[in-house]
């Protein structure tokens, strides 16, 4: 029994049905994920019968083989019209001709399971299947070749015309490496056999061609909007590298000293174990950083070129008040752009309150033609709409984006490919960046892309820092602390929380400290998911203040990649540890809600636990995590606990102000009054649970003056 085969093809039938299982489940929506699925099922299939003769010798195999090679050529056939809708979004091949190129495929399926005309007999000898071929065998070669070159050609076809620049990059390593699995197959299925008379390599080589195939293109189709195809294939190479780094040599470490051990040597387990281990510490700590290093050269130099620019940043901001405070600004957030990314050109557009339009302020590059958008633009409506990176690959992949044809027109008539959005702390859009195109004329990478919402988070905050503190320069507000500290905490105190199905959440702060900065918001980060997030950032007068309006900042402006609150939290704690305040700290606590499965998934950075009562049990939990406050370590890892809601609950979040008010006796406000609250009134929705916590309390101590701020928020998930 050859275990190398039986190995290499269960592999390849277990991922063909995970394939399968994860585009039925999580696409299904698209026609090209159902004909993808329908694909991998059919692989599943297809190495399956490579393999069933080794535990079932009595099967027959003729027909075993017949049915093998039928699903090879629909398996084939099905690539094929893959490639014709592939991309979803692009125009497809005509139904008719997806019809009638679809004949030959299923009468060579009917004839090769159906009639001895293409396999007359076969069996299962050394480890392979022998086949003695039919009349017809060359009608089956004829066809099998002609679906091979239709999918070249498609591709082929389709890099050279597609509209979309930046996936046309991605879809040719696409390409590359769909007919590197199809090479395997030609020489393993066809040459080796029919030109050498070598069967061995067949089993072998078809599972592999069909892992390969089945793992690029289900990336590939995984999300069409944001590819990185090169990125992917380093990642496959690399992952091979670490795991043969890592078998092999241990496997030859055990072989030979069991070989060693049956001529009579005597090699104590202890010191082969010991030999292993001083293997793999060597490997893992020396060798495969870096081989990961290696790997990611292009990532850690754009790295190196970002953590460079926040220090100049942050250089640059200790000018604040300066009278050429502005031109260095500018000089290190846009004209380092040309260095940061290779862009070739790049034009900043500021909102003017006054002509209620934004008016071009800073140009690197070739001159825009784009001095001036009305706020009432197409453009602006985009970026109020997406609040994030905008690219123009976007605006053929993505179905919110797609509609804005006049946008997509002027950002092509005007050499703009990446758009950067900035908004301040109250989510009105202050500043529009175009990024115009790569020095190297190619597509920005997924990483630069990355890297440029990054750098969004970051100049939009520094931008709206600066422009808060300069509004307040100019409007020369007496008390400028306690005014400043005032204004911003108003500023980021929520209007109106929103709401997703299955929860409702009420909040109230009651400002009692000039010197305070806490706030809490929430955001619909998808139809079915919310996130929330409540931040203490201690008593320290404005910079607390500053700081919340930091983190505010951030978590209104974070893209919907971050959709998880370990996501999140790592992203506000490297906004707040590169930040000129890096010397404050926020305690905070952070969770989001999908309302599909009633999951609540939390991470507390040593903030108060979260409150909840099960309505149907009559009891209270404390939902807590393990959490240093956020600003302290910027490599810390913040992991998230998740609770799921199996009935009617009500959720409590307080800040250390409740625990801290005392009445004129000097007694505490417990946390158990609240719990009792809760559970009498139950049935209330948060916002009245919210006003009798607010009465009860202010009842408790009367006319004591409170020094420390309160925040209380109340949800409820039904």
């Known amino acids: 029994m050859n275990y190398t085969i039986i190995t290499i093809c269960t592999i390849a039938v277990i991922f063909a049905l995970y394939v399968a299982i994860i585009n039925i489940v999580n696409r299904y929506y698209y026609a090209v994920n159902r004909l993808f699925s329908l694909i991998a099922i059919l692989t599943a299939g297809m190495v399956s019968c490579l393999i069933i003769p080794y535990f079932m010798p009595d099967i027959d195999i003729v027909q075993l083989t017949r049915w093998y090679f039928g699903l090879i050529i629909i398996i084939n056939q099905g690539f094929f019209h893959y490639t014709q809708i592939f991309p979803r979004w692009e125009k497809k091949s005509p139904l008719w001709m997806i ?11 009917i004839l090769c399971v159906a009639t001895d005309t293409i396999i007359m007999q076969s069996s299962f000898i050394e480890d392979h299947i022998n086949f003695s071929y039919g009349v017809l065998v060359e009608v089956y070669i004829v066809v099998f070749i002609f679906y091979i070159l239709g999918t070249f050609f498609t591709l082929f076809y389709k890099v050279k015309r597609l509209e979309n620049t930046s996936f046309r990059y991605q879809l040719f390593y696409i390409f590359m490496g769909n007919h590197f699995g199809a090479l395997i197959i030609l020489i393993t299925f066809i040459i080796l056999p029919y030109a050498f008379k070598i069967y061995y390599f067949h089993s072998s080589g078809i599972a592999s061609a069909a892992l390969i195939l089945l793992l690029i293109n289900n990336y590939a189709i995984s999300d069409e909007r944001y590819l990185d195809v090169k990125e992917f294939y380093f990642k496959i190479v690399f992952y091979c590298i670490v795991f043969a780094m890592t078998v092999i040599p241990s496997y030859f470490i055990l072989v030979y000293s069991y070989r060693f051990f049956l001529r009579g040597g005597q090699i104590p387990a202890v010191a082969v174990a010991f030999i292993n281990g001083i293997y793999l510490f060597v490997f893992t700590r020396f060798i495969q950083p870096y081989l990961e290093k290696s790997f990611k050269r292009e990532y850690v130099r754009m790295e190196t070129r970002f953590n460079t620019f926040i220090q100049a940043l942050s250089q640059a901001e200790e000018f604040e008040g300066d009278p050429a405070y502005w031109d260095k600004f500018f000089s290190t957030t846009i004209d380092s752009l040309e260095n940061l990314f290779n862009v070739s050109s790049a034009s900043l557009l500021m909102y003017n309150e006054s002509e209620k339009a934004f008016i071009l302020s800073r140009n690197i590059g070739e001159q825009t033609k784009i001095k001036r958008v009305v706020s ?21 992949t993505d179905d919110t984006v797609k509609a804005f044809d006049d946008v997509l027109k002027l950002v092509k008539s005007n050499s703009i490919e990446v758009i950067l959005p900035i908004f301040d702390a109250n989510g009105k859009l202050v500043a529009i960046l175009f990024i115009g195109p790569h020095k190297k004329g190619r597509p920005y990478t997924y990483n630069e892309i990355q890297f440029m919402e990054l750098y969004r988070v970051k100049f939009g905050n520094a931008l709206v820092n600066s422009l808060q503190i300069e509004d307040v320069k100019t409007k020369q507000i007496g008390e400028h602390d306690k005014l400043l500290v005032n204004v911003i905490k108003t500023s980021l105190q929520p209007r109106q929380i929103p709401f997703i199905d299955h929860i409702r959440i009420s909040s109230i702060l009651m400002n009692n400290s000039n010197l305070g900065g806490e706030f809490c918001h929430a955001r619909v980060l998808r139809k079915n998911l919310l996130g929330f997030f409540i931040a203490d950032c201690s008593y320290s007068g404005v910079d607390a203040a500053v700081l919340a309006m930091e983190l505010y900042g951030a978590f209104e402006s974070c893209s919907p990649v971050y959709d998880a609150p370990e996501k999140i939290m790592q992203l506000l704690n490297w906004v707040v540890c590169t930040s000129r305040f890096n010397d404050r700290y926020a305690t905070a606590l952070c969770f989001t809600f999908n309302s599909d499965d009633l999951s609540l998934k939390y991470i507390n950075a040593a903030f108060n636990p979260l409150i909840l009562y099960e309505i149907h049990s009559d009891s209270f939990l404390e939902l807590d995590t ?9 490599d810390f890892i913040y992991e998230s606990k998740e609770y799921r809601a199996h009935g009617p609950c009500i959720g ?5 102000g409740i625990a801290d008010a005392v009445n004129a006796q000097g007694q ?4 158990g009054r609240i719990k009792d609250l809760i559970r009498l009134h139950n049935s209330e929705t948060p916002a009245l649970i919210i006003r009798r916590i607010s009465s009860d309390l202010n009842d408790f101590i009367s006319n004591t003056v409170l020094k420390e701020d309160i925040s209380i928020v109340i949800f409820r998930i039904e």
Request: one cysteine or more; aromatic letters at 12%.
């Open 376 to 396: 009432t633009d197409s453009i602006v409506q985009l970026c109020e709409m997406v609040k994030t990176t905008i690219h123009q690959s976007l605006f053929y």
């Open 626 to 634: 393990k959490g240093i406050p956020i600003g302290i370590e910027r």
């Open 99 to 109: 019809i009638i190129t679809a004949i030959p495929g299923f009468i060579t399926f």
């Open 652 to 656: 409590c979040i307080y800040s250390n």
């Open 668 to 671: 505490p406000y417990s946390i």
